[in-house]
């Protein structure tokens, strides 16, 4: 079926026949999973239009940036400082890697056995179905693991890639590299914009990524209430959207979502009634449009109150300290904001282990559902010490690992229904 | 189609590949039968209920979706196996704290609190390696009667290593010791010692206490009780009908006190 947006489908060099094929599974999908929800929250209307223009209004958006001269980042971890982007006057954009649709061209250059969020990266590109990436003038990759370090060699070859260097311990040299690898990335921006981040530019970037966190916090803090006033696959889209969304009419919007949750508190009203099991989830991002697993718990009887993920509390817990006036100190308090992520990268990372126990107090979560992608070691060897952790807390943890596809739904089922029944019952 | 409910309560667990039925009033089973799940589970489903007095039906197993859509006429809920497998254990053998259920597709090992709740469980993902279907590819591939497979194993005068789990792999190295002139009941007690290798890893993660209880369809195998029992140093107990379990429990589940289940709380969809 033509679009208004097949012209610039077709300039981005996105194969459209497939691409078509992607946006109706999407649709579809999204149809499922979100549309059939009863009782959801008008601010949502905001949400399901911008999802609905993913690949299409948003897109515009960033050709006409382009046109005006304005660079796009995209990134695919929570550590590449947005702020830094923003102060060279620049867009950037959380690319998604949250489908399956380019496994088997991905699979052409990655071996078989690769978490799926990296094959989706690679197969998106290749495949050419994602207008984000073929808008961008800089990918910016890390080395968080070592599946996304190397297969950002392999992107390298399709796309302009740079990478971060994540340091692995939290020690004073680490800090140090850090901090070198953020100049170094400033450097970078400088070079690929033509901008030269300044302190009143980068002063405002930090208070525009910081409102965007803070608004993130606000809903996160509201759905610590019984009944649960927002679905959690509702907070997750809105977690994922933060990604490519326009930060200030984002934040704004989220900022008016949130004046309607305090409403519907207020007159007791829940998506669920208030002795429906509360779960939270921990591990794994779950990008656009990974939504597979909420979908499964809250289709159990439960609802989901938290996220402990890249896309979720990882990423909006910490905010950057303002009240630096000079460029070296805000890159300072850029370098140790960052720093502060608890991604199971690290060791040691006893630090996630406390924020998830305390973010399940906080919830009221009455279960953790610990989420590892298929072939990512990091969460799935710290899983045991999640486990741990949340035991001795008194919190039931079931560990899930899954990817993707759609083959082993009936067994999640399954586990996640008897966990729900296990806190019903126990 | 009767919609009042009787005195009784019905257990089914649509399996993978048998659906047991039982017929409870109190806790006493006044009725019970099987049959094989075929391709059409709702068939086999009308044909077991077919002449029984009205009353309402606990579904558990892979099928419990498929009743609660299509069974209108009845009240049906819905438990996962695990539950259901908790609590029959738990009812034919109250002081049990850790129940084994291999099935035709599923394993999963279950924990229970002294009071005979789910404490923890683990369950195999999308993969049927190490479950009945397992065994019966296997049986198959040596041409031994599947009910006899456990005895046959039983007669090995060697233990040797089968080192794959998956069903395809496990059968090309079947087939290539066969070639090497290796007993079929050699083979077969490697093949039964795998299943039994992957099962205790998983009833370790739950953490065994004793007494433990073995059921589901697999739990017919002697070979598979025998070999665990040697692992876990401690005997396995062993209902008389394994892979009734799951159906008294669903139906045991519906008879007491009326706590909503996951299918009748309203779920944040």
Request: hydrophobic residues 45%; contains cysteine.
């Given at each position: 079926m033509p679009t208004p947006y097949d012209k610039m489908w077709n300039e981005l060099n996105l194969d459209l026949a497939a691409h078509e094929g992607l946006l109706q599974v999407l649709g579809k999908f999204y149809g499922d999973i979100y549309l059939t929800q009863e009782g959801r929250l008008k601010g949502m209307e905001y949400l399901d239009f911008v999802l609905s223009e993913v690949h299409g209004l948003r897109i515009k958006e960033l050709q006409e940036a382009k046109a005006q001269g304005k660079k796009v980042i995209g990134t695919f971890c929570v550590f590449v400082p947005e702020e830094l982007s923003l102060a060279a006057d620049a867009i950037q954009v959380g690319l998604c890697a949250g489908a399956e649709i380019g496994k088997e061209a991905a699979e052409k250059v990655l071996p078989r056995n690769t978490c799926a969020l990296i094959k989706s990266f690679v197969g998106f590109k290749i495949a050419r179905l994602c207008p984000y990436i073929e808008s961008c003038d800089l990918v910016v990759g890390e080395t968080t693991c070592d599946g996304k370090k190397k297969a950002y060699e392999i992107f390298a070859d399709y796309a302009p890639v740079y990478v971060m260097e994540i340091p692995q311990m939290k020690q004073a040299c680490d800090r140090d590299l850090w901090k070198a690898e953020i100049m170094r990335f400033k450097a970078e921006l400088e070079r690929v914009t033509g901008n030269t981040i300044t302190a009143a530019r980068l002063k405002e970037a930090i208070k525009l990524v910081n409102?965007?966190?803070?608004?993130?916090?606000?809903?996160?803090?509201?759905?610590?209430?019984?009944?649960?006033?927002?679905?959690?696959?509702?907070?997750?889209?809105?977690?994922?959207?933060?990604?490519?969304?326009?930060?200030?009419?984002?934040?704004?919007?989220?900022?008016?979502?949130?004046?309607?949750?305090?409403?519907?508190?207020?007159?007791?009203?829940?998506?669920?009634?208030?002795?429906?099991?509360?779960?939270?989830?921990?591990?794994?991002?779950?990008?656009?449009?990974?939504?597979?697993?909420?979908?499964?718990?809250?289709?159990?009887?439960?609802?989901?109150?938290?996220?402990?993920?890249?896309?979720?509390?990882?990423?909006?817990?910490?905010?950057?300290?303002?009240?630096?006036?000079?460029?070296?100190?805000?890159?300072?308090?850029?370098?140790?904001?960052?720093?502060?992520?608890?991604?199971?990268?690290?060791?040691?990372?006893?630090?996630?282990?406390?924020?998830?126990?305390?973010?399940?107090?906080?919830?009221?979560?009455?279960?953790?559902?610990?989420?590892?992608?298929?072939?990512?070691?990091?969460?799935?060897?710290?899983?045991?010490?999640?486990?741990?952790?949340?035991?001795?807390?008194?919190?039931?943890?079931?560990?899930?690992?899954?990817?993707?596809?759609?083959?082993?739904?009936?067994?999640?089922?399954?586990?996640?229904?008897?966990?729900?029944?296990?806190?019903?019952?126990? | 189609m009767p919609s009042l409910d009787g005195p009784g309560i019905i257990g089914l667990d649509i399996g993978s590949r048998s659906i047991e039925l039982v017929l409870l009033e109190g806790t006493q089973v006044v009725y019970q039968a099987k049959l094989p799940t075929t391709f059409d589970p709702l068939a086999q489903c009308r044909r077991l209920l077919e002449g029984l007095p009205p009353a309402r039906i606990v579904a558990t197993g892979y099928g419990r979706k498929l009743l609660l859509e299509?069974?209108?006429?009845?009240?049906?809920?819905?438990?996962?196996?695990?539950?259901?497998?908790?609590?029959?254990?738990?009812?034919?053998?109250?002081?049990?704290?850790?129940?084994?259920?291999?099935?035709?597709?599923?394993?999963?090992?279950?924990?229970?609190?002294?009071?005979?709740?789910?404490?923890?469980?683990?369950?195999?993902?999308?993969?049927?390696?190490?479950?009945?279907?397992?065994?019966?590819?296997?049986?198959?591939?040596?041409?031994?009667?599947?009910?006899?497979?456990?005895?046959?194993?039983?007669?090995?005068?060697?233990?040797?290593?089968?080192?794959?789990?998956?069903?395809?792999?496990?059968?090309?190295?079947?087939?290539?010791?066969?070639a090497r002139g290796e007993r079929p009941a050699n083979i077969a007690l490697g093949l039964h010692l795998a299943i039994v290798q992957r099962t205790l890893a998983m009833l370790r993660r739950v953490g065994v206490v004793a007494p433990v209880l073995f059921a589901g369809g697999v739990a017919h195998n002697p070979c598979v009780q025998t070999m665990l029992e040697e692992h876990l140093g401690m005997p396995v107990i062993v209902p008389d009908q394994p892979d009734l379990v799951g159906a008294l429990g669903a139906a045991l589940h519906g008879g007491r006190s009326r706590r909503p289940t996951q299918t009748e709380t309203a779920a944040a969809s």
């Open positions: 409102a965007r966190r803070a608004v993130l916090q606000r809903l996160n803090r509201l759905r610590a209430v019984a009944p649960a006033p927002i679905s959690g696959r509702d907070a997750l889209l809105i977690n994922q959207i933060s990604f490519y969304d326009d930060p200030v009419r984002f934040t704004q919007k989220i900022g008016e979502l949130c004046d309607e949750l305090e409403q519907k508190i207020k007159a007791g009203q829940g998506v669920a009634p208030a002795a429906t099991p509360r779960l939270m989830l921990s591990g794994c991002p779950m990008a656009v449009p990974n939504w597979k697993l909420p979908f499964v718990v809250e289709s159990s009887g439960a609802v989901i109150v938290g996220e402990e993920s890249c896309i979720g509390a990882r990423n909006t817990r910490d905010l950057v300290d303002e009240s630096g006036d000079t460029l070296e100190a805000m890159l300072e308090a850029i370098a140790l904001r960052y720093m502060r992520i608890d991604c199971a990268c690290f060791t040691p990372n006893t630090e996630r282990l406390e924020h998830i126990v305390d973010m399940a107090r906080d919830l009221k979560a009455d279960g953790v559902i610990h989420y590892g992608l298929s072939f990512c070691q990091p969460y799935a060897i710290e899983a045991f010490k999640v486990e741990k952790a949340l035991t001795a807390a008194g919190i039931p943890m079931l560990s899930i690992e899954t990817d993707y596809s759609m083959e082993d739904v009936e067994q999640l089922k399954t586990r996640v229904e008897a966990f729900v029944e296990m806190l019903h019952l126990g | 299509n069974l209108k006429h009845h009240r049906v809920t819905a438990i996962t196996e695990i539950q259901a497998y908790a609590s029959g254990a738990h009812h034919l053998y109250p002081g049990v704290r850790t129940v084994l259920d291999i099935g035709g597709q599923d394993t999963k090992a279950i924990s229970l609190s002294e009071a005979g709740k789910v404490a923890k469980f683990e369950m195999n993902d999308r993969c049927a390696a190490g479950t009945g279907k397992f065994l019966e590819f296997m049986a198959t591939a040596l041409q031994v009667p599947l009910e006899d497979f456990g005895g046959f194993a039983l007669t090995a005068d060697r233990r040797i290593q089968i080192n794959s789990m998956c069903t395809v792999f496990a059968e090309s190295e079947a087939t290539s010791l066969m």
